[in-house]
Nanobody, 126 residues
């Protein structure tokens, strides 16, 4: 079993920054790939960023590339999402997800991940 607990959400104005944290515990073999997803009201859950093997490989959605940075620390037990230059369209509930190595086949697809956190709200006002 894997447990994921997110923190760090909140409300900011356009152009502001937030850092989300995901504390992971449990079987490391089940969390080779760690990712952040987000889901805005009335929209499907979408992949934001993913990381593999402590940062050997990172992946970003086009909409956040250059603004967001995913990183992994504490022997892989903590994953951060540093979000800069936030825009109103970044408003969503952000979820941390963990999956096996196979998740790299399509890192942005939710069904490849077996474990999810409870989510943390990010609101960006104009």
């Amino acid at each position: 079993q894997v447990q994921l607990v997110e923190s760090g959400g909140g409300s900011v104005q356009t152009g502001g920054s937030l850092r989300l944290s995901c504390a992971a515990s449990g079987a490391t073999s089940s969390r080779n790939v760690m990712a952040w997803f987000r889901q805005a009201d009335g929209k499907e859950r979408e992949g934001v960023a993913a990381i593999y093997n402590g940062g050997v490989s990172t992946y970003y959605a086009a909409s956040v590339k250059g603004r967001f940075t995913i990183s992994q620390h504490n022997n892989g037990n903590t994953v951060y999402l540093q979000m800069n230059s936030l825009k109103p369209e970044d408003t969503a509930v952000y979820y941390c997800a963990a999956g096996p190595l196979g998740a790299l086949a399509s890192w942005f697809t939710p069904r490849y991940y077996n474990y999810w956190g409870q989510g943390t709200q990010v609101t960006v006002s104009s």
